[in-house]
């Protein structure tokens, strides 16, 4: 099995690399992420020369460009050497197909990082850490999340469809782009698009009702784009419902009238919050084995990743 390569803060992999000689080793990604990604660590400020231990560093100054300096004296400031080494490894790591950052931190902190203002006190809106801003500047459609925030159910399993989104699209490019190759894979992920959102998958269809008209790495640039935003928005009952209920469609010369009010149910059930969304879409799998549809079969909705990942056992 190829794994995919994504990047990750050295320290969740319990290196000791913290500036007090200490890890945030993740579980979850160190024994289940760890099966299908192929990590690639990085910590920046070892990387830029700072030891461990070391002094610690925080943001001041701008919110949008603040400065990384030394917590005891701002005048030791490592602003540029950490954006340096973020473009550089941005330009270094051209395979990942996603990024965990550390939250919080001055260099790897990708959303509410202190920034301290003037009076020494942290300002109501939080910043981007040096280090994660120069990476994610030159990759912005990479998919990317926080150790943190990994922890939400939901957040977990919309990071991890972005990554194998991500990495899918990528084969398809090594292959050489089509117009026939994005449509088989706009195909691909209609569903998944409809469940994330469904203005965009209006919005996309219709890019592609004339792709014929346009250079295929144009097309590709343009619909990629468009994609990566559209499953960044999270999944929501409703939507996946709206899913579950056009799915259900395919199966209704198939199933008896007993089967089709037992589907109903559980469909039902998940939209009222009282089941989670893993039962639906077993049922579905079970009756789209039973009975094949050549449609159904293209759909990356049903399961978008592998289903040992039990993502879908909390959402």
């Known amino acids: ?25 993740s579980t979850l990604c160190t024994e289940t992420l760890s099966n299908y990604f192929d990590f690639i660590p990085e910590c920046p400020e070892v990387g830029i020369g700072l030891g461990i231990p070391r002094k610690p560093i925080h943001l001041i100054g ?7 300096v030394a917590s005891h004296d701002h005048s030791i400031n490592h602003t540029q050497q950490l954006t340096g080494y973020g473009q550089q490894k941005a330009q270094q790591h051209t ?5 965990i950052f550390m939250k919080n931190s001055p260099s790897c902190g990708l959303f509410r990082v202190k920034v301290y203002g003037d009076n020494g006190y942290p300002q109501p809106k939080g910043g981007r850490g040096i280090y994660a801003k120069a990476f994610t500047d ?4 990479l998919p990317v999340e926080e150790s943190g925030r990994l922890t939400d159910p939901a957040l977990r399993e919309n990071f991890i469809t972005r990554v194998f989104a991500y990495y899918n699209w990528q084969q398809l490019e090594k292959e050489g782009l089509s ?30 009702a004339d792709a014929g008209k346009s250079d295929p790495h144009t097309l590709g640039k343009r619909y990629f784009s468009a994609l990566m935003e559209a499953l960044s928005h999270i999944a929501t009952r409703k939507t996946h419902t709206n899913v579950l209920m056009h799915l259900q469609g395919y199966l209704k010369k198939a199933l008896s009238a007993e089967e089709k009010q037992e589907l109903a149910h559980i469909i039902e059930q ?46």
Not at 62 to 68: E, M, S
Request: hydrophobic letters at 35%; proline letters at 8%; one cysteine or more.
């Open 1 to 25: 099995m190829v794994k995919i390569k994504v990047g990750i803060s050295s320290c969740l992999l319990g290196q000791e690399v913290r500036f007090d000689g200490g890890h945030k080793h």
């Open 62 to 68: 701008d919110i949008d460009h603040p400065q990384a």
């Open 95 to 99: 395979e990942l197909c996603g990024y």
């Open 138 to 141: 030159q990759h912005p459609l």
């Open 179 to 208: 117009h026939q190759g994005i449509i088989d894979f706009h195909v691909r992920y209609k569903y998944c698009l409809m469940a994330h959102s469904p203005v965009d998958y209006t919005t996309l269809g219709r890019l592609l």
């Open 270 to 315: 998940y939209r009222c919050d009282h089941i989670p969304l893993i039962v639906p879409i077993t049922m579905l799998k079970h009756y789209f084995a039973k009975y094949p549809d050549p449609y159904i079969s293209k759909q990356a909705y049903l399961q978008p990743y592998p289903d040992d990942l039990s993502l879908r056992n909390a959402i």
